[in-house]
């Protein structure tokens, strides 16, 4: 079972209905060694992507 990095449960309530789905999916779905990050603060702006990246074994 893949990572989700903050945690599901203090991502859910920030999530639509289908980032939630995807990253349920993707958190059962793929191996242990997988990191799942959402909504992480890039930059000196601080501002957000639009999208979750995946990781196999390394942090980015």
Known sequence: MATLIPSLGSCKPRMTSGE??????????????YLLWYDVPIGPKQTHRTSSSC???VAC
Do not use: F, P, S
């Open 20 to 33: 939630r789905r995807l990253a349920e999916r993707l958190e059962q779905q793929l191996d242990e060694d």
């Open 55 to 57: 990781t196999r074994g």
